[in-house]
C-alpha cells in the first residue's frame, strides 16, 4: 500500500508563504487523488484542498485563491503552495489519498501522512 510523507512545514510570518510537499512510496500515485487537511487545536479536521487523477482542483474557500495544489506524477510528488498566509492557518497539515476522484470529505480517505505541523504568527 502507498505511504505518504509531508515536509515544508514550519514557522512563518503573516502574509508569507510555504510550500508543503507529499511523497508517495509508489508510482500508483497516478491513479489517485490527493488531498490535504488540517487540524487546528481544540478543531476538528478540516478540507483544504484536492486534486485528482484527472488535475480537476477544489478548494476550501478559506483558502482560494491563496493557495494552489499540483501534482508531478512523474516524481511521485504532491504539493500546496500557500500564499498571504494568516494566523487562522496554523494547524497540522495532512495529506490523503483515495482512488481516481476527489473528495472533500477526510472519511473518503484510507490513506494518510502523518502531517507537518504549520505556524503563521509574527
Known amino acids: 500500500q502507498v505511504q505518504l510523507v509531508e515536509s515544508g512545514g514550519g514557522l512563518v510570518q503573516p502574509g508569507g508563504s510555504l510550500r508543503l510537499s507529499c511523497a508517495a512510496s509508489?508510482?500508483?500515485?497516478?491513479?489517485?487523488?490527493m488531498g490535504w487537511f488540517r487540524q487546528a487545536p481544540g478543531k476538528e479536521r478540516e478540507f483544504v484542498a484536492a486534486?485528482?487523477?484527472?488535475?480537476?482542483?477544489r478548494y476550501a474557500e478559506s483558502v482560494k485563491g491563496r493557495f494552489t495544489i499540483s501534482r508531478d506524477n512523474a516524481k511521485n510528488l504532491g504539493s500546496l503552495q500557500m500564499d498571504g498566509l494568516k494566523p487562522v492557518d496554523t494547524a497540522v497539515y495532512y495529506c490523503?489519498?483515495?482512488?481516481?476522484?476527489?473528495?472533500?470529505?477526510?472519511?473518503?480517505?484510507?490513506?494518510w501522512g502523518q502531517g507537518t505541523q504549520v505556524t503563521v504568527s509574527s
Open positions: 486534486i485528482g487523477s484527472d488535475f480537476t482542483t
Open positions: 509508489e508510482n500508483t500515485f497516478l491513479n489517485y487523488a
Open positions: 490523503a489519498v483515495r482512488a481516481w476522484f476527489i473528495s472533500e470529505s477526510d472519511s473518503a480517505y484510507a490513506i
